[in-house]
């Protein structure tokens, strides 16, 4: 039976947006995934170079052994009690940090990027697939911003974009979770969030799964431009994602 996370992390996860839970995969299968992780972004081409992150999206249709981390019903349970509702997957994608990629993930929040319509919840596992200190571009999150709605998309390479929008959140204490190889943190998609430049030799290796509510229904009007997120076939304002390519979970 897949372990879950305790009351504890539940209160934690409500009340800043966001939780550490160490050790929520084993060394050797963080190794695995690394060493996966790696090959499938040398195999990855045609995609323009970013300073901020070397990404691969939706890995989970390309690669055998990382589609075991996207759909592993253990993290998809522990999503699912932090949530409070029934889930279903929306994308994953691998985010590198090149050694010393000198650019730093700048505060954003998840859920203005997505074109969801009425969606209760919606969060995301962030899964170190190696040891991530803050030198080499660990989470930093804002508690409590979670309950920040109605912004429009901020840009991750703006470092004043999102406090533009929300002063308030200048003032507010920041929470920097350098985590193991194996630890995962989740964060709810309004949680503000930012990740250090990888100031070290090694790659970080980062695997977010990205949950949503299981009833939310696709929203056009959303879209962000350009943007290549995953995208079901129709299209059409308060369609549902289907379950082959958003596969509920657990
Ligand atoms: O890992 C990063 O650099 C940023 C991750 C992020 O923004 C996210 O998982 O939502």
Not at 37 to 50: F, I, N, T
Not at 128 to 156: K, N, W, Y
Request: aromatic residues 6%.
């Amino acid at each position: 039976m897949p372990r879950s996370v305790t009351e504890e992390q539940k209160a934690a996860y409500r009340r800043d947006g966001f939780v550490h839970i160490p050790g929520i995969i084993g060394k050797d299968d963080a190794a695995r995934y690394a060493k996966a992780a790696l090959a499938a972004r040398d195999r990855q081409k045609d995609v323009p170079p970013d300073p901020t992150f070397t990404r691969v999206m939706q890995v989970w249709q390309q690669d055998e052994i990382l589609r075991e981390l996207t759909l592993d019903p253990v993290l998809a349970t522990a999503a699912t009690a932090l949530a409070g509702v029934p889930l279903r997957l929306y994308h994953d994608h691998l985010l590198i940090k090149e050694p010393h990629n000198d650019a730093p993930t700048e505060f954003h929040q998840d859920l203005p990027f997505w074109p969801h319509l009425d969606s209760r919840h919606s969060l995301s596992a962030w899964v170190a697939l190696v040891d991530v200190p803050a030198r080499r571009g660990c989470m930093t999150f804002i508690p409590g911003s979670h309950r920040t709605e109605g912004l429009h998309r901020q840009d991750v390479r703006d470092a004043d974009n999102l406090m533009r929008m929300a002063p308030e959140l200048v003032w507010k204490p920041r929470v920097t979770v350098p985590v193991r190889a194996g630890d995962c943190t989740f964060h709810h998609s309004l949680t503000a969030h930012s990740a250090s430049p990888n100031l070290t030799d090694d790659p970080r290796i980062a695997h977010v799964v990205v949950y949503m509510d299981a009833e939310t229904r696709y929203d056009p009007r959303k879209r962000p431009g350009g943007e290549p997120l995953a995208e079901p076939a129709d299209t059409t304002t308060g369609r549902p994602f289907p379950d082959d390519d958003f596969p509920p979970l657990p």
